[in-house]
């Protein structure tokens, strides 16, 4: 039997993912341990484990350097690769908006020229280009991304929103909501086809979870 490998984004979702594994009898204990390891392996089940940032999972999926891979929606629609997605995990439940002062309101609906900050600038552009079309710059950020209207690089940003929290700690707003997110498996095309009756079990066992 080949080893099954299974590709985690790192943080958060790493930790539900385990969970979720766990509870249809996927474990792996050597990845709780202290340690620089990068890849854990349970011998017995024939599997593998990785953390990798999350924008590189799909990736990694893809090319079929792991089977398996947790990661975000948000993830999925912004890498666009080529993968399976079979399982909504129900967790890591949020909502990708447009934010921003609530005056930017007006220049929403008027279809101005505005600029958005992001770190997801496909979504973005899809979203402006041809949902909404809008004429808009996207200007890519890494992280803090709620900054960007308030020291005027942008008059809006694209981003996740979870609790809102940090949106009104900020005094910005949801102006519109793009898309529903919650953490998913995705498959490399290949492996569900060689695999694919080791990975339909693992697939109807995380979809029984939620029954
Ligand atoms: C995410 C997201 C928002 C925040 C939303 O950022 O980009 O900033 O969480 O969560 P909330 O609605 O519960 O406040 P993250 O913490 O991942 O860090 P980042 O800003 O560096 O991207």
């Known amino acids: 039997m080949r080893y099954l490998t299974f590709a985690l984004a790192k943080g958060r979702m790493a930790k539900a993912a385990l969970k979720k594994l766990e509870a249809i009898g996927i474990t792996c204990d050597e ?6 390891k990068l890849i854990f392996v349970n011998e017995e089940l024939k599997l593998k484990f990785f953390l990798a940032k999350a924008s ?3 990736t990694y999926v893809e090319y079929g350097a792991a089977d398996i891979g947790f990661v975000g929606k948000d993830t999925i629609l912004e890498e666009k690769r080529n993968l399976y997605e079979v399982v ?23 279809n101005n020229t505005i600029r958005v900050a992001t770190k997801y600038p496909r979504i973005a552009k899809e979203y402006f280009y041809n949902k909404k079309n809008q004429k808009v710059e996207i200007i890519k950020l890494n992280g803090s991304i709620e900054l960007a209207p308030l020291v005027g690089l942008a008059e809006v940003i694209v981003d996740i929103v979870e609790t809102g929290a940090t949106l009104r700690d ?7 909501t793009i898309v529903p997110l919650s953490a998913r498996m995705v498959v490399n095309r290949v492996s569900m086809k060689m695999e694919d009756e080791r990975i339909n079990r693992i697939i109807e066992g995380l979809r029984d979870l939620d029954k």
């Open 56 to 58: 590189d999972v799909p």
């Open 88 to 110: 909504d995990l129900g967790f890591g439940k949020c909502h990708m908006v447009v934010a921003g002062p609530p005056e930017a309101k007006k220049s929403l609906e008027f």
């Open 31 to 36: 990845i709780y341990t202290d340690t620089r």
């Open 170 to 176: 900020n005094g910005l707003v949801v102006l519109e």
